[in-house]
């Protein structure tokens, strides 16, 4: 499903982005942009990701 709207980027690219090492939200916004625009997806991508760090 699509987190980021504004840049086009769904939850398995998150948790891909963070398997290979973009375990921070800083490193997923320069990475896959999200959360740089309107900000709505913020949380859910905040969400995913520490999902997937957990699961690492
Ligand atoms: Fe991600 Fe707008 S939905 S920046």
Known sequence: MYVCLCHAVTDKQIR???HNGATR????SRELGVATDCGKCACMANQLRK????AL
Do not use: R, S
């Open 16 to 18: 891909e982005a963070v």
């Open 25 to 28: 939200m800083c490193d997923l």
């Open 51 to 54: 999902e997937a760090v957990q």
